[in-house]
């Protein structure tokens, strides 16, 4: 009989947890590492990608892989029981339990976040005034819900409003004004298509803090299911969405020159191509 290498999840053991009743459990740790490989798959995935982009433009492969790679480290953090804190819950009936607080999710939606608003941005060639208001909107929503997470009290849900309120106006804007720059390139109904399903997915977001972090409903297990399900489709699969549309948007009309022909004026259109040759020097005949 060959000998059967059994694998086993020792990351509770080796990075323990005081004995408390929510907390992580072997088998959201395992869900955990899942997700750290589908993240890690989908980066090496949109890294090889970059090396022969369409048109030779890799602003999109480049703004997906920090988005996934980051994604990747911190559910590897989770999946380690690392970067976490003990939380007293005093807004339901199991008021004053303590509860285990993972704050890497809120690293990986700071990051993630900005980069999905910048990359509807681009879509829909909006101006950079636009993608900065959305960019600071996303950080107020993930910084808002993180304070929420941290406050004990009932205090928190004041926190989750102002959070909630900002990705309602983030969210209003990107259909509103995002959707009359598209129409102007010609990617409208891609756009559309984009909007949409990150919407639809962020619009889950408070849903998912409100039944855990936020009013203690599901543990810590479900609460990482959630939440999980959510960035898995919102990054690694929104990315794959992102990049099958992009083979047929024009990247004159939308303005992407960040990385085809170095820094070019807007509009420019600089193939590389070989220069023609000066005129060779009239010789003088010896006398």
Known sequence: MGLILQRANEALDINLTPGIEEQLSVNGSNWLWT??????????????????PRSNEKVFHYLLSIALLVGAITYFSNASNLGWSIVTQGTTSRSGAPRQIFFNKYINWVVAFPIVNILLGLVANSSWATIVWHVFLSWVWVISYLVSAYTPSVYKWGFFVFGTVAYLVMAASTFAEGSVGAKRVGTQGDYWILAGYFNLLWLLYPIAFGVSEGGNTIGVTPHFIFFGVLDVLMIPCGAVVLLLLSRKWDYNALNLYFTQYGRVPQGGHFPEKSAAPAPAPAVTPAV
């Open 35 to 52: 997700c750290v490989a589908i993240y890690s798959f989908f980066f090496l995935g949109v890294f090889a990608l970059s090396w022969k």
